[in-house]
Nanobody, 124 residues
Framework: QVQLVESGGGLVQAGGSLRLSCAASGRTFSINTMGWFRQAPGKEREFVAAIRWSGGSTYYADSVKGRFTISRDNAKNTVYLQMDSLKPEDTAVYYC?????????????????WGQGTQVTVSS
């Protein structure tokens, strides 16, 4: 079992920045890929970014490419999401998730451990 705890959400004005953190504990050696997803009210959960635990290859949704950066610190078992140039449409609850799959996937159903979520609100 892997346990995930997110932090770093909050309220920010459009154009501002936030950095989310996700600390993993438990069977962290079983992590191959970590992802960030988000869910806005009345909408389905959507993929934001993912990173390979080994090697650090990254993948982004088109909507955040060039504005968000995913990174990880293996020694701290922590993954980060740096969010710059935030827009009101980025407002959502952000979740980190783990998958044992080696290849990066955007399919939320293939992630089997999830954090509790952290709220990000971007005001216009």
């Amino acid at each position: 079992q892997v346990q995930l705890v997110e932090s770093g959400g909050g309220l920010v004005q459009a154009g501002g920045s936030l950095r989310l953190s996700c600390a993993a504990s438990g069977r962290t050696f079983s992590i191959n890929t970590m992802g960030w997803f988000r869910q806005a009210p009345g909408k389905e959960r959507e993929f934001v970014a993912a990173i390979r635990w080994s090697g650090g290859s990254t993948y982004y949704a088109d909507s955040v490419k060039g504005r968000f950066t995913i990174s990880r610190d293996n020694a701290k078992n922590t993954v980060y999401l740096q969010m710059d140039s935030l827009k009101p449409e980025d407002t959502a609850v952000y979740y980190c998730a783990r998958t044992g799959r080696v290849l990066v996937t955007t399919n939320a159903n293939l992630y089997d451990a999830w954090g509790q979520g952290t709220q990000v609100t971007v005001s216009s």
